[in-house]
């Protein structure tokens, strides 16, 4: 079974503050995203990895960065956290871009 | 126009019947689609993907109209567990070239005992 792990399922944090979110999965894929979802706007990506050390933005990634040190491993960074970015937060990883994700169970942010 | 419309419902529809929605997608040279369902509080799962020839999954039918371009999803004899949240996936090619998938914001179905 492919298991992707999200470090903390739950957060609160003060604005300004700089957050970590972690994202490990276990099946060796090539291919690791981050998206936000928000009530009434779905998934929108954020950033997404398709090689150790490489990113990409993706549609929505302005306050936010990445870190993909480890194939397995991907972290997505708020250097300044806002209140317009509390929100659930979702890892996923794929063989192919466009080929079935298989998303972490979330993690739900929220930014006072 | 988004790049990929769903009616958000609720839909609310008893038990043992059948339901369908649609997802109108926005790029003619879309080649892949999929049906992706999300329960309440829970991560999205692939449901199925969705095929030039249509396909079908036991109670679930998928279809594509690529002159319309919408997909379709049609759940026969409704039961209780497939209330939850049903996320369409359409392959976009991005402004870099880059192929992408884009959600749906959802269309939200209760089937109601």
């Known amino acids: 079974d492919v298991k992707v792990t999200q470090s903390s399922r739950y957060l609160v944090k003060r604005t300004g503050e700089k957050v970590f979110l972690e994202c490990v999965q276990d099946m060796d894929h090539e291919n690791m995203f981050w998206y936000r979802q928000d009530p009434g706007l779905g998934l929108r990506l954020i950033y997404f990895?398709?090689?150790?050390?490489?990113?990409e933005k993706g549609d929505i990634p302005e306050g936010y960065s990445v870190s993909r040190e480890k194939k397995e491993r991907f972290s997505l960074i708020l250097e300044s956290a806002s209140t317009n970015q509390t929100s659930m937060y979702l890892c996923a990883s794929n063989f192919r871009l466009t080929g079935e994700l298989f998303f972490g169970e979330g993690s739900r942010l929220t930014v006072l | 126009r988004k790049e990929v419309e769903q009616d958000p419902g609720p839909f609310n529809v008893p038990e043992g019947a059948t339901v369908a929605f649609n997802c109108t997608y926005s790029n003619s040279a879309s080649q892949s689609f999929f049906w992706y369902r999300q329960d309440c509080r829970k991560e999205p799962k692939l449901l199925m993907s969705v095929y030039s020839s249509g396909n079908e999954d036991g109670r679930f039918t998928a279809q594509l109209n690529r002159a319309s371009q919408y997909i379709s999803l049609l759940i026969r004899d409704s039961k209780l567990s497939d209330s939850a949240t049903y996320l369409c996936v359409v392959n976009m090619n991005a402004v870099s070239g880059n192929e992408k998938l884009t959600f749906g914001t959802g269309t939200r179905l209760t089937i109601i005992p």
């Open positions: 990895s398709y090689d150790v050390k490489m990113k």
